[in-house]
């Protein structure tokens, strides 16, 4: 398990992490969800020992991790934003060096490289320079590479940005598949539709601040509505929905409204509300609340601005 008790951690111009406590089990898909800006990458240096907190402290498996503790760092592997590699030589020469900052046994590491690259898909390309690689093979070097030393847990920081979007299911299968393997993993993300898929639980941040936590069902529970309603928007509909207004939230957009009923209300209600008002049934159309309909709720804002 890792705790993260009470983080704070200034720069000298903002306060990138605010008071921020977060227990992640063992075995988690465990999401960091918020904008750009809101304390994500500060948040996996400080769990991979980079940075120190001003504040707080994080213990893993029990034990409190600091710049020396060197036994407890190598228990995590990390998978940073921008991608770090050697872009002149070949996967496997990649792999060979960032092994050798491990003190890994010689026959040990070759069996690891191996193993790694069939995991990633890229065995057959081990022998190909870097720079011929697309974004998404790229990023999937970069996770054979962090997972070299064995971690128990992974931090994935961003790692779809700039991948093409077969790539990108191709990264959600590996860590996936490392999870269905035992593997820890952590995974920061502003695209909420990846927390949605991915993740057992979500944390999620804004300006440093922890403002939700928990599964994605007990995370869309704090909405004040259970589901979204579009309804198209015409002559009829815009002289005819005043009388919606007081089932729940009207929200008038461009092209159609958004209606938000409230908790509990029966949609039998609202079903007969239309009928009463002549307006059709083809015209709307019903949807589940997402992690993006919560963030707007919480902050005003939307998630991608
Ligand atoms: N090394 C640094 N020096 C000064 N400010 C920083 C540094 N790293 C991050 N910040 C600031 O801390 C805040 C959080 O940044 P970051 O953790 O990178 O957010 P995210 O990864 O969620 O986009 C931002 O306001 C950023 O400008
Ligand atoms: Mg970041």
């Known amino acids: 398990m890792i705790q993260i008790n009470n983080i704070t951690k200034s720069f000298p111009s903002v306060t990138a992490l605010n008071n921020v406590s977060l227990e992640i089990q063992d075995n988690a898909f465990y999401g960091l969800l918020g904008?750009?800006?809101?304390?994500?990458?500060?948040?996996?240096?400080?769990?991979?020992?980079?940075?120190?907190?001003?504040?707080?402290e994080v213990l893993i498996g029990g034990e409190r991790l600091?710049?020396?503790?060197?036994?407890?760092?190598?228990?995590?592997?990390?998978?940073?934003?921008?991608?770090?590699?050697?872009?002149?030589?070949?996967?496997?020469?990649n792999l060979e060096i960032f092994g050798s900052f491990f003190e890994i046994e010689k026959n040990t590491l070759k069996e690891r490289i191996n193993a790694q690259l069939n995991t990633v898909g890229l065995y057959e390309r081990r022998k190909d320079a870097v720079k011929t690689y697309s974004g998404g093979m790229k990023r999937r070097l970069n996770i054979a590479a962090s997972m070299l030393h064995d971690p128990v847990c992974l931090l994935c920081d961003e790692p779809t940005v700039g991948v093409d979007p077969q790539s990108r299911n191709a990264i959600f299968d590996l860590l996936e598949k490392l999870n269905s393997?035992?593997?820890?993993?952590?995974?920061?993300?502003?695209?909420?539709?990846?927390?949605?898929?991915?993740?057992?639980?979500?944390?999620i941040i804004d300006s440093g601040v922890?403002?939700?936590?928990?599964?994605l069902a007990t995370l869309l529970e704090q909405l004040p509505f259970d589901e979204t309603i579009s309804i198209a928007k015409n002559r009829e509909t815009t002289s005819r929905l005043e009388a919606f207004k007081e089932l729940g939230n009207l929200i008038e957009h461009d092209e159609l409204y958004e209606?938000?009923?409230?908790?509990?209300?029966?949609?039998?209600?609202?079903?007969?509300?239309?009928?009463?008002?002549?307006?059709?049934?083809?015209?709307?159309?019903?949807?589940?609340?997402?992690?993006?309909?919560?963030?707007?709720?919480?902050?005003?804002?939307?998630?991608?601005?």
């Open 66 to 93: 600091t710049r020396d503790n060197l036994s407890i760092r190598k228990k995590i592997g990390y998978v940073p934003q921008s991608i770090a590699l050697y872009d002149d030589v070949s996967a496997q020469a």
């Open 181 to 203: 393997n035992g593997k820890t993993i952590i995974y920061t993300t502003h695209y909420m539709e990846e927390a949605e898929r991915l993740c057992d639980r979500i944390a």
């Open 259 to 305: 209606f938000e009923p409230a908790h509990g209300m029966q949609l039998s209600i609202f079903f007969q509300q239309l009928e009463r008002h002549n307006i059709s049934y083809r015209s709307i159309e019903m949807r589940k609340p997402t992690l993006e309909a919560l963030f707007l709720h919480l902050t005003g804002r939307k998630l991608r601005d």
């Open 210 to 215: 922890i403002i939700a936590e928990g599964t």
């Open 35 to 56: 904008p750009n800006g809101a304390g994500k990458t500060t948040l996996m240096n400080l769990l991979i020992g980079y940075l120190q907190p001003d504040k707080g």
